[in-house]
């Protein structure tokens, strides 16, 4: 069983930035893909970020050039760090891992695992 504790949400003005990490007890954390994703309320889960093993990454088009996802394997922790960002960022963020990751004419796929974090919640005020 792997946990994922998730941490740096709060609650920030429109333009802002936070950092959200997330420490994973698995063992198994240098050959995880690790995803973050959102949900905002009345809306689904949708993912945010992915990184593979080899730090190939994916984002969402609604972030891109404002989030930065990364990875420390040697802390077992997968870090977004949140820019410039917007009241339409508002929502729960979870971080995921147990999934998998396809790496294919320079696109990176990423399908979610079965473990997830209890979530941290981000407020931007406009």
């Known amino acids: 069983q792997v946990q994922l504790v998730e941490s740096g949400g709060g609650l920030v003005q429109a333009g802002g930035s936070l950092r959200l990490s997330c420490a994973s007890s698995?063992?198994?954390?240098?050959?995880?893909?690790m995803g973050w994703y959102r949900q905002a309320p009345g809306k689904e889960r949708e993912l945010v970020a992915a990184?593979?093993?080899?730090?190939?990454?994916k984002y969402a088009d609604s972030v891109k050039g404002r989030f930065t996802i990364s990875r420390d394997n040697a802390k077992n922790t997968v870090y977004l760090q949140m820019n410039s960002l917007k009241p339409e960022d508002t929502a729960v963020y979870y971080c995921?891992?147990?999934?998998?990751?396809?790496?294919?004419?320079?696109?990176?796929?990423?399908?979610?695992?079965?473990?997830w974090g209890q979530g941290t919640q981000v407020t931007v005020s406009s």
């Open positions: 698995g063992s198994t954390f240098s050959i995880d893909a």
């Open positions: 995921n891992s147990g999934g998998s990751s396809t790496y294919s004419f320079g696109t990176l796929s990423y399908t979610s695992g079965d473990y």
């Open positions: 990184i593979s093993p080899g730090a190939r990454i």
